[in-house]
């Protein structure tokens, strides 16, 4: 009964991981031909600029869009569990940029960002401030990116923590209430220890797909802006060399190098969660 399954986590997963894994290890010419270099393409990694340049970009947009993104995201799924009017519709336009085209969003915020004639400066030249170049000058590039990132992620894990949040049965409100206890407090000792299970798989999600960031910095960062080199992640990096350079041996090896960390990083926290996450 799961053979197809099992047939078609080979093929479309297991399979591909593979043949990454043994293509790092290969050196590619013209015509899809490759030779077996052995470790040359991670010994070319350890002398690479950038790759180390990419990795920080990485670890910056990871830094700022993982926590202040759950924080916003339970924020926003605490205020809206509440009994307000009009919450569905607050929650369908906070859903909105989950379901809608990346490339769509890139054009808006590109719009939006736009030195010359974009939203935000126009607003800045109206209390006589002069607005940056948001994507194009490389000391605020990525941070610009990371904004529009946060924002567009809001949305996704705050249907998460809603169904979180109405798991955690009333009788725990109900007791604390009669007990007198604030709002500050149940928040902090019943709500998100109760919660912690959601954000815990929040926080999986969210470290893996921050690791993985590509299509924001591909559509909102031209090909020859100056500010590339501040904002490509080690995805973006990977493309360039598999794609781009047709160093398809050398993007394997980044590739693999990737899942490597994002399997430690996944298993610490898998480790770690003993200590905060509660199931009960």
Known sequence: MIAPTMLGLFIFYLWPILQTFY??????????????????????????ANL????????????????????????????LN?????????????????ITMPAAIAMVWRWLYN???????????LFGIKGPHWVSDPKIALYSIIVVAIWSGVG?????????????????????????AGPFTVFFKITLPLLSPVIFFVTIMSLIGAFQVFDLIFMMIGKGSTALEHTQSIV????????????KGYAAAIAVVLLIV???ITAIQMALQKKWVHYD
């Open 52 to 79: 180390f340049q990419s990795i920080k970009n990485t670890a910056i947009y990871i830094i700022f869009t993982v926590p202040i993104g759950i924080f916003l995201s339970i924020l926003v799924a605490v205020l």
């Open 156 to 180: 996704y894990n705050m249907v998460i923590f809603l169904s979180g949040l109405q798991g955690i049965p009333r009788v725990y409100y109900e007791a604390a209430e009669i007990d007198g």
């Open 262 to 264: 994002i399997l430690i």
């Open 115 to 125: 030195a010359d004639y974009g939203l935000l400066n126009y607003l800045l030249s």
């Open 236 to 247: 973006y990096l990977f493309y360039q060399h598999a794609f781009v350079l047709n160093d």
């Open 23 to 48: 293509y790092s290890f290969t050196e590619w010419g013209a015509f899809g031909q490759h030779v077996w270099i052995g470790l040359e393409n991670y010994k070319r990694m350890l002398t690479d």
């Open 82 to 98: 509440q009994k307000i009017k009009g919450k569905t519709v607050y929650r369908t336009l906070y859903f909105l940029p989950v």
